[in-house]
């Protein structure tokens, strides 16, 4: 029998910065009574989604009860409203319904989350963190050349979005905030299977099954 459960967020702007001291401290999930939630974060056209999947492949292979997010689908609503700072509304909107999606898949059985997103402040990395209730959380930065990059957005996306993206990649360095949001970074420059099992590695979840 499956339980309907209800859940009602309150959508604001208002939530003070978390310097860095306070950030999610990270320990291997083997043993633990906790959840796991990783979190893969870089640039547009970097490979998130697609790392995603396939380490959510390789840990349900395992046997690991395994959820998958992507949380550019978690927001396609437009316009935002009012008064909200440019991405600010739509990056709310993700944390509320990750909160939402992730309560929903625990109480399926997942142990891990798998979570495909563009986190490019530390207070925003205390949202996520947040919306992931009894998760101990691990941000994992992906990167790759500017020219592997700008080719796998012109094969995903066109008109004034991949326009948008494409200056994104030309502007080039990370501010200091963003550069704080990782706790890793993994080059994405091999085939996905073999990227998401170097971050599984360095995680520590590659023993995960059952």
């Known amino acids: 029998m499956w339980m309907t459960i209800a859940y009602r967020w309150r959508i604001g702007h208002d939530a003070d910065d978390v310097g860095q001291e306070e950030r999610a401290v990270w320990h291997p999930i083997q043993g633990a009574s906790v959840y796991g939630a990783l ?18 492949r390789i840990l349900s292979t ?21 008064g909200w700072p440019v991405g600010g509304f739509h990056d709310e909107l993700k ?22 997103a563009t986190i490019d402040s530390v207070a925003l990395r205390a949202r996520y963190a947040a919306s992931l209730a009894d998760c101990e959380m691990q941000v994992v930065r992906l990167t790759a050349g500017a020219d592997t990059v700008r080719q796998r957005l012109y094969q995903r996306d066109t008109g004034d979005k991949l326009e948008r993206h494409l200056r994104a990649l030309d502007a ?23 990227v998401a099992q170097d971050v599984l590695d360095r995680l520590g979840w590659s023993g995960l099954a059952g």
């Open 62 to 82: 395992a046997g690991c009860t395994t959820a998958v997010v992507d949380t550019d689908m978690l927001a396609q609503f437009g316009p935002a409203p009012r």
């Open 39 to 56: 979190i893969l974060t870089g640039i547009a056209g970097v490979g998130k989604s697609t790392v995603a999947d396939a380490v959510g």
């Open 172 to 194: 080039g360095e990370l501010t200091p905030d963003a550069a704080l949001v990782a706790d890793f970074t993994v080059p994405n420059d091999c085939p996905a299977a073999v």
């Open 95 to 116: 944390c509320v319904n990750l909160a939402a999606v992730w309560a929903n898949f625990r109480a399926a059985g997942a142990r891990v989350i798998v979570v495909a």
